[in-house]
């Protein structure tokens, strides 16, 4: 009776990755990869001069809610309306 090759998936190509094509790709990046093969993939969009920050902010629930609702009248997020405050607080484009 044949053995039953183990599977860890499909690609997003439809390629099963058994063990003899995770180690084929294996041996082909250790060779070396020919970068303009590769897809780049969409992230987000750029935002200023340099990648943007996280900054955490705690808000009392009045305040959340008046922007959740400013931002929901506006068709946008609650990041786009905090950030649009600010830069009219602070006088920054």
């Known amino acids: 009776m044949a053995e039953k090759k183990k599977s ?19 041996a082909e990046a250790e060779r ?3 970068v303009t093969k590769l897809r780049r993939r969409r992230g987000r969009p750029s935002m ?3 990648p943007a920050e ?7 629930p009045e305040l959340r809610k ?4 400013r931002a ?3 068709n ?3 990041s786009e309306v905090v950030r ?7 006088k920054v484009s």
Not at 66 to 69: G, L, W
């Open 8 to 26: 860890y998936g499909r690609s997003k190509s439809g390629v099963e990755l058994t063990e003899e094509v995770i180690a084929r790709m294996a």
């Open 32 to 34: 070396g990869l020919d």
């Open 48 to 50: 200023g001069s340099a």
């Open 54 to 60: 996280a900054f955490p902010v705690r808000l009392e």
């Open 66 to 69: 008046a922007v959740d609702e």
């Open 72 to 74: 929901a009248a506006d």
């Open 76 to 78: 946008t997020t609650a």
């Open 84 to 90: 649009e405050a600010l830069r009219r607080y602070l």
